[in-house]
T-cell receptor
Framework: EAQVTQNPRYLITVTGKKLTVTCSQNMNHEYMSWYRQDPGLGLRQIYY???????DKGDVPEGYKVSRKEKRNFPLILESPSPNQTSLYFCAISRGRNQPQHFGDGTRLSIL | QQPVQSPQAVILREGEDAVINCSSSKALYSVHWYRQKHGEAPVFLMI?????EQKGHDKISASFNEKKQQSSLYLTASQLSYSGTYFC??????????????FGKGTKLSVKP
């Protein structure tokens, strides 16, 4: 069964303090993606990766970085977090863009 | 560019039917449907890849009208377990964004006994 593990699940931090949200998968899927979810705005894609060393911007990439050095991991990096990045974040995996996506349990970030 | 979902919210009694629509201003390559229950992650329902394609399982089905750039999700004889927020995700029909999936804002469905 597909497993997508996000860490941490919850984090309260302060403006400007760099943080990383990790995402790892157990399925060897090529496609991985990060979304943020805010009330009334739905799911918005931040970055996605079609394979190792291949990443691309989604709709709301400003203020975020990602890397895909190995297939199983796709960390989301906030170099200098700001309060407007307070949100619920989901990592998702799939075999490809037009395949079912399996989501992690989410990471709730609060930036004060 | 974000697809428009309608209605934004709907309340049903058990056994009633509902239709959720998803419209895009851009040509679509595929439409994805997900359901999210409160406090949980979104869960995959179905993907429609071709114009005119229809899919379904159980009492939930969907259609994709490529010409009209829209998709509809049909829930028949709704059950309490259908409650949640439904999202459509769209992949555009141009090559520049090969992996970009854009979701609508969601339709909140509440099924009452």
């Amino acid at each position: 069964e597909a497993q997508v593990t996000q860490n941490p699940r919850y984090l309260i931090t302060v403006t400007g303090k760099k943080l990383t949200v990790t995402c790892s998968q157990n399925m060897n899927h090529e496609y991985m993606s990060w979304y943020r979810q805010d009330p009334g705005l739905g799911l918005r894609q931040i970055y996605y990766s079609m394979n190792v060393e291949v990443t691309d911007k989604g709709d709301v990439p400003e203020g975020y970085k990602v890397s895909r050095k190995e297939k199983r991991n796709f960390p989301l990096i906030l170099e200098s977090p700001s309060p407007n990045q307070t949100s619920l974040y989901f990592c998702a995996i799939s075999r490809g863009r037009n395949q079912p996506q399996h989501f992690g349990d989410g990471t709730r970030l609060s930036i004060l | 560019q974000q697809p428009v979902q309608s209605p934004q919210a709907v309340i049903l009694r058990e056994g009633e039917d509902a239709v959720i629509n998803c419209s895009s201003s851009k040509a679509l390559y595929s439409v994805h449907w997900y359901r999210q229950k409160h406090g949980e992650a979104p869960v995959f329902l179905m993907i429609l890849l071709k114009g005119g394609e229809q899919k379904g399982h159980d009492k939930i089905s969907a259609s994709f009208n490529e010409k009209k750039q829209q998709s509809s999700l049909y829930l028949t004889a709704s059950q309490l377990s259908y409650s949640g927020t439904y999202f459509c995700g769209t992949a555009m029909n141009y090559g520049g964004s090969q992996g970009n999936l854009i979701f609508g804002k969601g339709t909140k469905l509440s099924v009452k006994p």
